[in-house]
């Protein structure tokens, strides 16, 4: 398969076209950006990493269920991937307070939730990505029904369950993650983008240690060694 025309740039991939009009090319850069492109780097082999993560995960989710836009991994930064019009809301799942949610509400750093909260994000880099109820996205016009944003929450809570688990037989606590969704040309809600320690947080079970882009956020060390140990677990066999 080859790439064709570039269709989009985003801070962590590119989208090319294909022969096939229904497919993309998603390539995955070493770029690193954190609080909206303000603070930039780039790690070489970043972008592997966080392809081979998100599609060892894409599949997993795809056996339990859960409909993704992945097709094929082409090599190791590149996915062939289903064409969806992304739906503009940065879907936000937390486990465990930390991050803007503690910062917003003043919710003690660690605190285990008392249940999984889920939360919308406007997807706009220009208003710097505001959080925003179900009344604002039906108000924006991001979907044309509010089924559709039942359908968002019930997908982003299965997803968690299915990581949880998996994770904790890791001895990764996933504290909090970030997943996309698409409407590919049949009108069906696919998981698109990616997940990985980009868009996920991670603190290792056993000493606490942050193995995720909070590394790069903090300025605490190199997103490496970290994705890499995240990458092991990932595909180890238990
Ligand atoms: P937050 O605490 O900064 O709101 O982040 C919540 C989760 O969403 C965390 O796992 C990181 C992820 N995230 C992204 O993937 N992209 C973003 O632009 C932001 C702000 C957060
Ligand atoms: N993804 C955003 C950025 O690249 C923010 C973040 O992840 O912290 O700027």
């Known amino acids: 398969m080859k790439k064709g025309e570039l ?5 962590a991939k590119r989208l090319y076209r294909t022969e096939n009009e229904d497919q993309l090319i998603a390539e995955f850069k070493d770029d690193l950006t954190a609080f909206n492109a303000q603070k930039r780097s780039s790690e ?4 592997a990493l966080n392809a081979k993560i998100s599609a060892h995960l894409f599949r997993l989710l795809e056996k339990e269920g859960i409909k993704t836009h992945l097709i094929d991994v ?3 930064n590149h996915h062939l991937v289903k064409k969806v019009e992304i739906i503009p809301i940065e879907v ?7 991050g803007s949610l503690s910062k917003r509400l003043g919710i003690e750093d660690g605190k285990i939730l008392p249940f999984t909260l889920v939360e919308f994000y406007l997807k706009d880099d220009n208003l710097d990505d505001p959080i925003i109820c179900d009344d604002h996205c039906m108000i924006l016009e991001l979907v044309d029904d509010r089924d559709k944003l039942r359908v968002l929450k019930d997908e982003a809570k299965k997803i968690n369950t299915i990581l949880k688990a998996f994770f904790t037989k890791r001895r990764l606590n996933l504290v909090d993650f970030k ?10 809600i696919l998981l698109s983008d990616e997940i990985s ?3 996920c947080r991670f603190w290792d079970m056993d000493t606490n240690e942050i193995m995720d882009k909070d590394i790069f956020r903090k300025g ?6 970290a994705y890499e140990e995240v990458l092991n677990r990932v595909l180890k066999d238990l």
């Open 7 to 11: 269709l989009y740039e985003g801070k």
């Open 44 to 47: 070489e082999g970043k972008g």
């Open 74 to 76: 082409l090599d190791e």
């Open 92 to 98: 936000v799942v937390r486990n465990i307070a930390t």
């Open 179 to 188: 997943v996309e969704f698409g409407i590919d040309k049949n009108g069906e």
């Open 197 to 199: 320690p980009d868009s």
């Open 220 to 225: 605490i060390g190199s997103v490496k060694v």
